[in-house]
């Protein structure tokens, strides 16, 4: 058990020996999960001299046809270590080391106390605070400037891919902190990334990659956007309870219809008891609606949407969106009339150039 594998190699991080991590963890004391994963368990755990750590235990490669899977996440971890050797910032989140012997896989992370921001809007438990608005602005900030040093200020780029509420950390501060970059790509900027499986989390998906395999940059911008509206409304990105009342299962479509009808008290986490600025969720729903447009192209690259959560350039940027939905939600209106109204609208050639693809 205890034995060093000296088949993989992880670059200048840390090896840490495996006792010394059972002992952390009080042997894999199940009390000790912080989560579960498609390829095993994230502990909770205590180094010798007191250092906090997460700790990431592959299991998978004991169950059957599970070496394939294990050789598959190895290399995602490679890849991971790859990513963060070239990503170093204050909102990623950095890898301590690894421990690997014949039969265990770990890695070592900094222990992020106030867990996740999906957790914190959603999972808390009674007696943990609700995330203020200062702070989840805070976040929103943080986060956007960890994914604008991933896209603009790595040689190469990094692609994450798998944004999503739940891969941003906090830390003890409130602070935002990305992880998991095992879905992550380094980007040759010569060569078009297109991927044959899509990987990621539905809801935060940008139709773009879901249909066609290609991701890019202004992939994770989508799936940013949708962070942001979480943090807004607290909502998970896809809720089929929303059935009940209204046909828009995703938080994307629903947050749009209540902007449409200026409804913003009813866009805003009610945990935040009205306790927010007006002016701010405003600005934080159209930075959120520009992320996720439709078009890649037409989404703002992750730098632009730093400078408007720091209050430039989303005036515009705004207007430019508004026109473009206008126009969209007049010709969806009208092609619905010619229906509703049976202007023989299955033989009228306006309509049915009207409804073909754009």
């Given at each position: 058990m205890g034995?060093v594998?000296?088949?993989?190699?992880?670059?200048?991080?840390?090896?840490?020996?495996?006792?010394?991590l059972q002992?952390?963890?009080?042997?894999?004391?199940?009390?000790?999960?912080?989560?579960?994963g498609?390829?095993g368990k994230?502990?909770?755990?205590?180094?010798?001299?007191?250092?906090?750590?997460?700790?990431?235990r592959?299991t998978?490669?004991?169950?059957?046809g599970?070496?394939?899977?294990?050789q598959?996440?190895?290399?995602m971890?490679?890849?991971?270590?790859e990513m963060i050797?070239?990503?170093?910032?204050?909102?990623?989140?950095?890898?301590?080391?690894?421990?690997?012997?014949?039969?265990?896989?770990?890695?070592?992370?900094?222990?992020?106390?106030n867990?996740?921001v999906?957790?914190r809007?959603?999972?808390r438990?009674?007696?943990e605070?609700?995330?203020?608005?200062?702070?989840?602005k805070?976040?929103?900030?943080?986060?956007?400037?960890?994914?604008e040093y991933l896209?603009?200020?790595?040689n190469?780029?990094?692609?994450?891919r798998?944004?999503?509420?739940?891969?941003?950390?906090?830390?003890?501060?409130?602070?935002?902190?990305?992880?998991?970059f095992g879905?992550?790509?380094?980007v040759?900027?010569?060569?078009?990334?297109v991927?044959?499986?899509?990987?990621?989390?539905?809801?935060?998906?940008?139709?773009?990659?879901?249909?066609t395999?290609?991701?890019?940059?202004?992939?994770d911008?989508?799936?940013y956007?949708?962070?942001?509206?979480?943090?807004?409304?607290g909502?998970?990105?896809?809720?089929f309870?929303?059935?009940?009342?209204?046909?828009?299962?995703?938080?994307l479509?629903h947050v749009?219809?209540?902007?449409?009808e200026?409804?913003?008290?009813?866009?805003?986490?009610?945990?935040?008891?009205?306790?927010?600025n007006?002016?701010?969720?405003?600005?934080?729903?159209?930075?959120?609606?520009?992320?996720?447009?439709?078009?890649?192209?037409d989404?703002?690259?992750?730098?632009?949407?730093?400078r408007?959560?720091?209050g430039?350039?989303?005036?515009?940027?705004?207007e430019?969106?508004?026109?473009?939905?206008?126009t969209?939600?007049?010709?969806?209106e009208r092609?619905?009339?010619r229906?509703d109204?049976?202007e023989?609208?299955?033989?009228?050639?306006?309509?049915?150039e009207?409804?073909?693809?754009?």
């Amino acid at each position: 058990m205890g034995e060093v594998d000296r088949r993989i190699v992880f670059g200048q991080l840390k090896r840490f020996a495996y006792r010394e991590l059972q002992l952390a963890m009080e042997n894999f004391n199940e009390k000790n999960i912080l989560g579960q994963g498609g390829f095993g368990k994230v502990y909770k755990g205590v180094l010798q001299d007191n250092t906090k750590v997460a700790v990431k235990r592959l299991t998978d490669f004991e169950t059957p046809g599970g070496d394939g899977a294990f050789q598959r996440e190895v290399e995602m971890i490679r890849r991971e270590v790859e990513m963060i050797s070239v990503a170093v910032h204050r909102n990623l989140l950095r890898l301590i080391g690894f421990c690997t012997t014949p039969s265990e896989r770990l890695l070592v992370y900094p222990f992020m106390p106030n867990l996740s921001v999906a957790y914190r809007l959603r999972e808390r438990k009674p007696e943990e605070p609700v995330l203020d608005w200062a702070t989840r602005k805070r976040v929103a900030l943080g986060a956007a400037r960890g994914l604008e040093y991933l896209h603009e200020h790595c040689n190469p780029k990094i692609i994450h891919r798998d944004v999503k509420a739940a891969n941003v950390l906090l830390d003890e501060d409130f602070e935002a902190v990305v992880g998991d970059f095992g879905l992550a790509k380094l980007v040759d900027v010569r060569k078009t990334n297109v991927t044959t499986q899509v990987r990621g989390t539905m809801g935060h998906i940008a139709p773009e990659y879901s249909s066609t395999g290609k991701s890019s940059e202004r992939t994770d911008v989508f799936g940013y956007g949708i962070i942001i509206l979480e943090l807004v409304t607290g909502q998970r990105a896809i809720d089929f309870s929303r059935l009940e009342e209204e046909d828009d299962v995703l938080l994307l479509d629903h947050v749009k219809k209540l902007e449409r009808e200026k409804r913003l008290d009813a866009i805003v986490d009610r945990n935040l008891n009205k306790n927010c600025n007006v002016q701010d969720v405003e600005m934080m729903i159209q930075v959120a609606l520009l992320c996720t447009q439709a078009s890649p192209e037409d989404r703002p690259a992750m730098s632009e949407v730093v400078r408007m959560l720091e209050g430039e350039v989303l005036a515009e940027r705004w207007e430019e969106w508004q026109h473009i939905e206008v126009t969209r939600r007049q010709e969806y209106e009208r092609l619905q009339r010619r229906f509703d109204w049976g202007e023989d609208s299955l033989y009228n050639q306006d309509a049915m150039e009207l409804s073909g693809g754009r």
